[in-house]
């Protein structure tokens, strides 16, 4: 049976993906004490498609950037549930950083990381709600839209 936090993403129309295996020489998560970092997640759906591809402010737009940084953010639960086998041991989370493949006169980042943000919020409430750090970066692998890493304080 799913746990309370599974059901909340149910509830949202949420399932998640078989987490994506490391590319490079790198885990996907380290559990540190009572602290779990996960690994920056670009934006595949479940079939590995990308949900946008390119740069904002060239051509993808925020609302597709934030469409792409929501399914980052489904990637990172998909992970943590990987790691821990139950979401609802998440305490808090704790912080997101994100990568925007941005123009070089794209400003609008942090709209586009909502995107994560927002999902955090509507999965688990208050517990949810996090430090962020957003960067435009001149590339990201695959052409990815947005790449999003993350911590949480898990029991």
């Given at each position: 049976m799913a746990?309370?936090?599974e059901q909340?993403?149910?509830?949202?129309?949420?399932?998640?993906?078989?987490p994506a295996?490391?590319?490079a020489?790198?885990?996907?998560f380290?559990r540190s004490?009572?602290?779990?970092?996960?690994?920056?997640?670009?934006c595949?759906?479940?079939q590995?498609k990308?949900?946008?591809?390119g740069?904002l402010?060239?051509?993808v737009?925020?609302?597709?950037?934030?469409?792409a940084a929501?399914?980052?953010?489904v990637?990172?639960?998909?992970?943590?549930?990987?790691?821990?086998?139950d979401?609802?041991?998440?305490?808090r989370?704790?912080?997101l950083?994100?990568?925007?493949?941005?123009a070089?006169d794209f400003?609008?980042g942090?709209?586009?990381?909502n995107?994560?943000?927002?999902?955090?919020v509507?999965?688990?409430?208050d517990k949810?709600?996090?430090?962020r750090?957003?960067?435009?970066?001149?590339?990201?692998?695959?052409?990815?839209?947005?790449?999003?890493?993350?911590?949480?304080?898990v029991?």
């Amino acid at each position: 049976m799913a746990g309370m936090v599974e059901q909340n993403l149910a509830a949202q129309g949420i399932v998640l993906p078989q987490p994506a295996a490391p590319v490079a020489n790198y885990v996907p998560f380290v559990r540190s004490g009572n602290l779990l970092f996960v690994s920056g997640q670009v934006c595949f759906d479940a079939q590995g498609k990308l949900i946008a591809k390119g740069k904002l402010g060239a051509g993808v737009t925020v609302e597709q950037g934030a469409a792409a940084a929501r399914g980052c953010g489904v990637n990172l639960l998909a992970q943590v549930k990987a790691a821990l086998g139950d979401l609802d041991k998440v305490v808090r989370v704790v912080r997101l950083g994100g990568f925007v493949n941005s123009a070089p006169d794209f400003l609008d980042g942090p709209k586009v990381l909502n995107g994560a943000s927002d999902l955090m919020v509507a999965t688990f409430g208050d517990k949810g709600r996090h430090a962020r750090t957003t960067v435009g970066v001149a590339s990201l692998p695959a052409d990815a839209a947005v790449e999003v890493e993350g911590v949480f304080e898990v029991s």
